[in-house]
């Protein structure tokens, strides 16, 4: 989940058109990853792309040292829009969500800050994609993106956002709904069974919706 605070730093700060060497130690970066090589060169939407769909984080880490310089100048930019948002409660101390004692946040600071992120016209489009194709422009293989997030045209009206797993953070997931009108924006996070949770947590939210109406 960490890697929406990475895309929106990136969608304010970078241009999707640059040109993105992957460095040796974004090549190295742990599963998940797309196994891409140190000298590749992508350009940074596809990247973007990666990061988000299937939460790549060499994909991740590439982008994260273009924008920022390395990543640690990255993680201060991330830290600073946390503190602009008012998410008293959210630290980073990584720019693609690996666990560390400092780094941290709560469902309430994610929902605010999905909903900062969906504002963004290009996040609102690759957290929606299903499937898509990247390649790098130095270079004739085609990397196959398919989403992360199975609610993605199985439940009518998904729009996204992000799915998360770590060891610590257990299995997490934040999804925005759309039907007839109403929106409906969940986190779930450390759920072991995130999948029907996420479905009875999007029927309960609209029988609600419809309740109250």
């Not at 909903?115 to 422009?137: D, G, N």
């Not at 997490?172 to 947590?201: E, P």
């Amino acid at each position: 989940l960490t890697k929406i605070m990475s895309a929106l730093v990136i969608l304010e700060r970078g241009r999707l058109d640059d040109l993105v060497t992957v460095s040796p130690t974004a090549s190295r970066a742990p599963k998940t990853h797309l196994r891409l090589k140190a000298g590749q060169v992508f350009r940074l939407k596809s990247l973007l792309k990666a990061m988000l769909i299937v939460s790549a984080n060499d994909a991740c880490l590439a982008a994260v040292e273009h924008v920022g310089g390395d990543e640690a100048q990255f993680v201060t930019l991330m830290n600073a829009k946390a503190a602009a948002l008012g998410l008293a409660d959210t630290h980073f101390s990584n720019g693609c969500g690996f666990d560390g004692p400092d780094h941290y946040s709560t469902a309430e600071d994610l929902a605010v800050l999905s909903v900062v992120a969906l504002e963004q016209p290009t996040f609102r489009e690759l957290v929606r994609e299903e499937r898509t194709t990247i390649m790098p422009v130095n270079g004739t293989r085609a990397y196959v993106l398919r989403t992360t997030n199975r609610l993605l045209g199985r439940i009518p009206g998904v729009e996204g956002v992000k799915t998360g797993f770590t060891s610590k953070a257990g299995r997490c997931l934040i999804a925005k709904v759309s039907q007839n009108g109403r929106d409906l924006l969940l986190v779930i996070l450390n759920s072991r069974r995130r999948w029907n949770t996420a479905t009875s947590l999007i029927n309960y939210g609209l029988r609600s919706s419809d309740s109250i109406q």
